[in-house]
């Protein structure tokens, strides 16, 4: 059965390179930029001042480099405001429009092994690794934009629309920032980036820091993003859900059958103890 791949036409990418690089990003990202090494790419985040989820994005080890790879909604705002924060640091801020990002579902040993979160290798065609969010989301491949049809042939590859991919992000609750987040207003702790490998606790000061540990360790969660099951009729992104005619969330994305939700925490606990059926515009729900 051959392999499938999943194209990304919505993402940028941009490399940061300079003798400052690693002082500059550690104090900027949410991940820490010495776990990302030749072997490993990582996955993070840009918060404001105000702990505020501004971009995610991942990262790896490219030559002398980081490259980077962000959904092409956050790009402008992205870079402007890491230039701002560039002040005298030695670095540069270049992107590069020659790549593509692919996912690959349905074997991790098609490049040979690649046994955990984001381990990485350098192909003839670019870089692969295993997603550093959850291995089920299968391997990330960047290459080059022209190569495709050669990558694809030569793995012996077939494209997928993004259903199947989708699928598997919604059943383990893992965000699309586009869809499940809002720019300078979501929370990442309430966007499970602390399940699926975005932040380091123990790596010291970054921008938004104090907001988000803060969060952490004096279990101020209110709301959370969690999967919920469309019973019967369809949802839509936006729409409000009810239980017991109280407004408790809102869909943030779906996929057939399945989505995700932001619920606030104290409801989620009474409607799973009463086994609750929610209800939202035009369907029926269940957590």
Known sequence: MKNK??????????????????????????NDINKCTDKKSIYSAFLSPQGKFLADFFILKYENSY????????????????NNYKLRSKIDIVEKQ?????????????FGKLDSLGSTIKI???YAFID?????????????????????KKYDLIEEDINKYEEIRINNAIPN????????????????????NAISWD????????????IKYRSLLKKNLLKVKILNGFVNSGDDIYFEEKLIGTITSNNKNIALAMIRLSDFDNAIKKKAILESKNAKLKL
Request: hydrophobic share 40%; aromatic share 12%.
């Open 5 to 30: 791949y999943i194209v990304f036409e919505d993402r940028s990418f941009f490399e940061i390179k300079g003798e400052d690089k690693d002082t500059f990003l550690q104090g900027l990202i949410t």
């Open 98 to 110: 020659s790549l593509i990002s692919l996912s690959i579902l349905g074997s991790d040993e098609i």
């Open 124 to 126: 003839d065609d670019g």
């Open 132 to 152: 550093p969010r959850n291995k089920e989301l299968g391997i990330k491949v960047i290459i080059n934009k022209d190569t495709i049809n050669f990558f694809a």
């Open 67 to 82: 490259l980077f790879e962000t959904p092409k909604l956050f790009l402008e705002e992205l870079l402007k405001k890491l």
């Open 177 to 196: 920032s586009i869809f499940d987040l809002k720019y300078n207003n979501s929370l990442i702790l309430e966007n499970n980036f602390d399940k699926i």
């Open 203 to 214: 790596k010291g000061c970054y921008v938004g820091q104090e907001i988000t540990a803060r």
